[in-house]
């Protein structure tokens, strides 16, 4: 179970490596929603999301032998490229497993961190049996996107941070994949406040955590069809799972048109970009106002890689999942 | 001629009032231009651009009387929010004198802020006549956009707040337009660092600024032909010009195919909307790149007031001035 000094000693890590990112708020969004509202910008983090706090702190708990050695990690998103830099800072080899029609921009990005990129056909192959084989003949570390206490730890410094510069907040929503995320930042909000309610927010389609908390146990489902391509996870992870049946008070859905919105509010009032999973705590909110009138929110703004072109489509609705 | 002395007590009239926005840094910016950039980031400032800094100002100068009497502005930019904004907070009245086929998210966002909006037909009618009707019949004062005391020294407080924020500066680079915003940050940059070079950016169509001070005086051009509609002015202000041709090194001007790539850049690695003319300092750096090499310069990204269908238009290339 993730306990408070991992996060804090997360923190010390990371501290002077990744940025203290703002905490953003909007007087607009405000006397919309009837809530004070704060809100922290992961999306101005290295490497564009909350993912390098969790990849640069795995990496940095390894031994000297283990890192030179290198690191292993799978994933076509930005668990990629958190892993690459972090590997980078810290002079180490670092191979990504991503499927071969991965979009070619990110290719590039992990590439341009210094990882060896292996692809791999996600039709025919399954990439953790290539990652699984990568480590066994290299010797090198595995680093999961988020069943692994070092990337709960990491995340959770995200809450710490948000709370240090705010004070006291009633509530936390926090975007929710496989749970890494949301369960480093329950461990840390409730430790600091004891009566905030922790809130996750997933895509209405893929509402796996939510059936899992109500149902008392992991829930798998089919890859969620959703525009949140960060959160198409099809099961919490066992270790955030631990952390969020106890600590999180519930799971906020939210239709994926409520994430378009989500993303132009802030581009047009906030001047801020996000990517569509990186909008997914503040749609929650939106979507589910009634719940917090009157109530100090902090609300995570989890990240903002994503392409012009892709923007454009999903402002247009040329995206939307049917 | 502006004193530094008006800065501060500016800064201090705006202090608690307007937000004091962050300084934002890219070490991928850097590693490309080879150079330490820090940007001070007016998209954030409240109404989306450094403009609410003059307007405020401009406002917070005025007796009680006078403000009794309401405030007149004639702008269909940014200059008319930041003047309905400042004038709503001083609880005074303020009439904004716009074209009537200004665009209607600007009309409704001044009417907004609590403003009445007088349109006139730019094609018929003269709007500085119009404003001075106003004013004589309702005894309100009106508020100039650039070419005003008040607002230089508004806008000034940006620079004032930079450079304590990042210490010493080689260079600063500002956008120009009526020159406002320059001369302000210019009598703020070289009061604090005597040494710096302080740079106006302006679009290559609009280089009124680079003529008038090649020149030695004011030079009036018509209207120029831009992308950047915040910097559409025909001659730069005579009381800024008393500052620039004193104080500022050079005027850089740039493409707009230029202003564009520096949208993007800002969108896609900085996560920050900018509007055009908000981006033209950025633009000046990564266009005249080799003049600040190895060196520590200061860039305003000054307003973020863009609706997504333009910036669209803008990515395409659809608006692209021939």
Redesign the interface.
Known sequence: MLQFTEIEAAAARLKGIAHRT?V?SS?TLDALLGATVLMKAE??Q?M?AFKFRGGFNSVAVLSEAERARGVVAFSSGNHAQAVALAARLHGCRATIVMPHDAPALKLAATRGYGAEVVVYDRYREDRAEIARRLTAERGAALIPPFDHLPVMAGQGTAALELIEDTGPLDALIVCAGGGGFLSGCAVAARHLLPGIEVFGAEPERGNDMQLSLARGEIVTIEVPRTICDGQQTQAVGRQPFEVIKTQVKDILTVPDPVVVEAM?FA??R?????EPSGACALAALMHHRERFAGRRVGVTLSG?NI??AR??AL??GDEAVD
Chains 1, 2 share one sequence.
């Open positions: 703002p953003l007087r999306n101005l290295r564009g132009r581009f047009e906030m001047k801020q970009v996000l903002g392409g012009i923007f454009v402002m247009n």
